[in-house]
């Protein structure tokens, strides 16, 4: 039996954009073992993959931080006795893992970034279509050895929404009457893929505002935290999940209920699109053209200007603002934001 170690370890969209491909993979080659190594907090994602994958924790913090923890995983892994490595990440650890693996006499296979590509991107006046990452991770497979097969994902709950009942009681839709839930994801991890919090407050007050629309607001840590509790407690019908849900699977189980999410370019565009949940996302810095938009999403819904120059400037966000105020996000209208929202969720329902 052949068994495929993969590797991914960061980031979390990265990650989340390898479950169509490995779970289409797996359902349609069953005889293949698939061994999916990465961070703690995706596991309980790929819990709800096919019965022939299975999940190995790198604890890149812990012990298995450093070169010795580095060596550790290599033994972990080596033991497990894959026949081929597809690594989806091609960074510093994943490049001398597949050494390791190579040296072992195992068939090994990396993504191929395009980096000169997404250079000419960034530049080019006229922006064309990147290869998304989707595409990318399952020409690794391909390379592998297994052509004869394509991603054909029908979400993480393939028969409809995730049964809240079970997984999270406390979120009945019976208990809910408000006609259309809205998830709002308003952070990502630079700034120059934030819609600037005072207009995404706008956002929220005026949505809650219509009283036909119950909003749930995503985020993580103390400072996210805060601003969503503050949020939650100004406007009616809105409610923050920031430290009620014990992991991504939960999220993703509340999420499928909504109607629509409201997300940057970030990981939560890419979680509401693993359960089929339409996106209206935010793009700044960065541009949906750039190959990381959500799976099965569409360029209509992806909110951005087109009268700037400068951006994108940058594939991931990171680059500082060469003017200082971020006028690429500061220039969309929250106005703008809400009808998008709502001819979504309007859409869906008729």
């Given at each position: 039996m052949e068994h495929i170690l993969v590797l991914r370890f960061s980031a979390?969209?990265?990650?989340?954009?390898?479950?169509?491909?490995?779970?289409?993979?797996?359902?349609?080659?069953?005889?293949?073992?698939?061994?999916?190594?990465?961070?703690?907090?995706?596991?309980?994602?790929?819990?709800?993959?096919?019965?022939?994958?299975?999940?190995?924790?790198?604890?890149?913090?812990?012990?298995?931080?450093?070169?010795?923890?580095?060596?550790?995983?290599?033994?972990?892994?080596?033991?497990?006795?894959?026949?081929?490595?597809?690594?989806?990440?091609?960074?510093?650890?994943?490049?001398?893992?597949?050494?390791?693996?190579?040296?072992?006499?195992?068939?090994?296979?990396k993504i191929n970034k395009n980096r000169r590509s997404r250079a000419r991107f960034i530049q080019a006046e006229v922006k064309t279509p990147q290869t998304p990452v989707f595409e990318k991770y399952t020409d690794v497979f391909r390379r592998l050895g297994f052509r004869d097969w394509d991603v054909d994902f029908h979400g993480l709950f393939p028969e409809g929404t995730a049964d809240l009942a079970q997984r999270l009681p406390d979120f009945n839709p019976a208990l809910r009457p408000e006609p259309n839930w809205v998830a709002i994801a308003p952070f990502a991890t630079h700034e120059g893929k934030i819609y600037p919090l005072d207009l995404m407050e706008q956002v929220v007050q005026q949505l809650a505002a219509r009283g036909d629309?119950?909003?749930?607001?995503?985020?993580?840590?103390?400072?996210?935290?805060?601003?969503?509790?503050?949020?939650?407690?100004?406007?009616?019908?809105?409610?923050?999940?920031?430290?009620?849900?014990?992991?991504?699977?939960?999220?993703?189980?509340?999420?499928?209920?909504?109607?629509?999410?409201?997300?940057?370019?970030?990981?939560?565009?890419?979680?509401?699109?693993?359960?089929?949940?339409?996106?209206v996302s935010i793009w700044g810095a960065t541009h949906s053209l750039g190959g990381f938009m959500g799976y099965g999403q569409q360029q209509a819904d992806a909110i951005q200007r087109s009268d700037l120059p400068c951006r994108p400037c940058s594939i991931y966000g990171k680059t500082p603002c060469q003017f200082g105020d971020y006028r690429c996000l500061r220039g969309i209208e929250p106005g703008t934001v809400v009808a998008h929202v709502v001819r979504k969720f309007s859409n869906e329902a008729s």
């Amino acid at each position: 039996m052949e068994h495929i170690l993969v590797l991914r370890f960061s980031a979390l969209g990265d990650v989340l954009m390898t479950l169509p491909v490995v779970e289409s993979f797996a359902r349609q080659h069953p005889d293949v073992r698939v061994s999916v190594c990465s961070r703690a907090w995706a596991k309980p994602l790929f819990d709800l993959l096919p019965p022939n994958v299975t999940f190995v924790t790198a604890d890149l913090k812990g012990v298995h931080h450093g070169w010795k923890g580095l060596n550790l995983l290599a033994r972990r892994l080596l033991a497990l006795q894959p026949t081929m490595v597809a690594d989806l990440h091609d960074v510093l650890r994943t490049k001398y893992l597949r050494t390791r693996f190579r040296l072992a006499g195992r068939k090994v296979c990396k993504i191929n970034k395009n980096r000169r590509s997404r250079a000419r991107f960034i530049q080019a006046e006229v922006k064309t279509p990147q290869t998304p990452v989707f595409e990318k991770y399952t020409d690794v497979f391909r390379r592998l050895g297994f052509r004869d097969w394509d991603v054909d994902f029908h979400g993480l709950f393939p028969e409809g929404t995730a049964d809240l009942a079970q997984r999270l009681p406390d979120f009945n839709p019976a208990l809910r009457p408000e006609p259309n839930w809205v998830a709002i994801a308003p952070f990502a991890t630079h700034e120059g893929k934030i819609y600037p919090l005072d207009l995404m407050e706008q956002v929220v007050q005026q949505l809650a505002a219509r009283g036909d629309v119950r909003l749930f607001l995503f985020g993580a840590g103390a400072n996210e935290r805060q601003v969503l509790e503050a949020w939650a407690a100004k406007y009616g019908h809105t409610e923050s999940m920031a430290g009620r849900l014990a992991n991504m699977a939960e999220e993703a189980a509340l999420i499928s209920h909504c109607s629509v999410m409201l997300s940057m370019d970030s990981a939560n565009m890419h979680l509401a699109s693993l359960v089929g949940v339409p996106v209206v996302s935010i793009w700044g810095a960065t541009h949906s053209l750039g190959g990381f938009m959500g799976y099965g999403q569409q360029q209509a819904d992806a909110i951005q200007r087109s009268d700037l120059p400068c951006r994108p400037c940058s594939i991931y966000g990171k680059t500082p603002c060469q003017f200082g105020d971020y006028r690429c996000l500061r220039g969309i209208e929250p106005g703008t934001v809400v009808a998008h929202v709502v001819r979504k969720f309007s859409n869906e329902a008729s």
